[in-house]
């Protein structure tokens, strides 16, 4: 507990530090010296505390509905500006499909309806934004390790990749969790928000919940699941668009 204390703490002091540009969007907080040389010393000391010291399902913190006190702040993009995502959206996502690849033994193509009768689970838990903001909301969707056994994952498969719509510059998101993380209880496909359907500000219609790392490894918009040996070959090679730009890969809470 002390640990994740400490972290949180500096967390929202390299965002102090940064000042009001630091807290305009992640992009700034990857330039300001003090946010980055705190990643830097973090990532291998919070990594080895949460995998050594707390066991691989250890929860999250879980709270209570009187605790949503204001409605769940966007992180990242609102609105993504891929045409297809568009259309999709247009249609209450009726035509999009998840992809499931890459080391497994059954590739999946699966709708929200298909989703949605997977057995589900809701979780009240806090978000915790790189930017040093934090925010309880009530998640619904289905376990990401019930998707993972569907498609039945090969020997091999160790990092499962988020694809995404959204697009950051001229790249599409994208993140990556190992498969200790994408099997942990809280870790889901959330298809719903405090008991409504997922707002597309918020990632519709689906996002990811890692609810033991930060905000940022939590892909929005996702289109497709790949699983993978390694990320070293992918895009930057450091997991994640925001690592390629520096940020940890473990970003552990």
């Given at each position: 507990m002390t640990i994740t204390l400490t972290r949180r703490g500096l967390i929202r002091a390299a965002a102090i530090g940064g000042g009001a540009a630091l807290l305009s969007g992640c992009d700034r907080i990857v330039q300001n010296p003090m946010a980055r040389a705190f990643f830097e010393r973090a990532e291998d000391l919070t990594m080895a505390a949460q995998r050594s010291l707390l066991d691989?399902?250890?929860?999250?913190r879980e709270y209570s509905e009187s605790e949503i006190i204001q409605p769940q702040r966007p992180n990242g993009?609102?609105?993504?500006?891929?045409?297809?995502?568009?259309?999709?959206?247009?249609?209450?996502?009726?035509?999009?499909?998840?992809?499931v690849t890459g080391l497994v033994e059954r590739p999946q193509s699966l709708?929200?309806?298909?989703?949605?009768?997977?057995p589900a689970r809701t979780q009240i838990t806090r978000h915790d934004c790189v930017e040093g903001w934090s925010c309880i909301a009530?998640?619904?969707?289905?376990?990401?390790?019930?998707?993972?056994?569907?498609?039945?994952?090969?020997?091999?498969?160790?990092?499962?990749?988020f694809r995404c719509a959204d697009t950051l510059g001229r790249e599409k998101y994208?993140?990556?969790?190992?498969?200790?993380?994408?099997?942990?209880?809280?870790?889901?496909?959330?298809?719903?928000?405090?008991?409504?359907?997922?707002?597309?500000?918020?990632?519709?219609?689906?996002?990811?919940?890692?609810?033991?790392?930060?905000?940022?490894?939590?892909?929005?918009?996702?289109?497709?699941?790949?699983?993978?040996?390694?990320?070293?070959?992918?895009?930057?090679?450091?997991?994640g668009y925001w690592e390629d730009r520096g940020y940890e890969w473990y970003a552990g809470i």
């Open positions: 691989r399902e250890a929860l999250a993009s609102i609105s993504p500006r891929d045409p297809d995502y568009r259309t999709m959206a247009a249609n209450g996502f009726a035509d999009w499909r998840l992809s709708s929200l309806d298909e989703l949605r009768t997977m009530k998640w619904t969707g289905v376990p990401l390790a019930a998707v993972l056994d569907e498609a039945g994952v090969k020997a091999g498969g160790s990092y499962v990749i994208y993140e990556s969790i190992d498969m200790i993380d994408a099997r942990h209880p809280q870790t889901i496909l959330a298809y719903g928000l405090n008991d409504e359907t997922l707002p597309i500000s918020n990632g519709a219609p689906l996002r990811v919940r890692v609810e033991r790392q930060l905000g940022y490894k939590m892909a929005k918009y996702v289109m497709g699941i790949e699983v993978v040996g390694s990320f070293a070959p992918i895009r930057g090679g450091k997991g």
